[in-house]
């Protein structure tokens, strides 16, 4: 029967500088990482609609309509 085959261990060199401290790190960490906070995705989404709302603002205070039934549709279709 042939003998097992020795797991390969990782080669480890000391730094010369000083100490150096390793941490494992597993994969659903990087992935949580990735994903980044909540606040950041909404920070994002909030950019987006800044600009939609700078866009209907002009839109509305900068068209010169004389009928009120024509501004009514008008605002009511922006949204």
């Given amino acids: 029967m042939p003998a097992k085959p020795k797991p390969l261990l990782p080669i480890v060199r000391v730094a010369p500088l000083g100490l150096l401290n390793a941490y494992p790190v597993y994969e659903y960490e990087l992935d949580l990482l990735v994903a980044g906070s909540p606040g950041s995705q909404l920070l994002g989404l909030s950019y987006a609609l800044i600009g939609f709302a700078v ?3 002009i839109a509305i ?19």
Avoid: K, P, Q
Avoid at 61 to 79: A, C, K, L, P
């Fill in 55 to 57: 866009a209907l603002a």
């Fill in 61 to 79: 205070f900068g068209t010169d309509i004389n009928s009120d039934r024509t501004y009514s549709v008008f605002v009511m279709g922006e949204w």
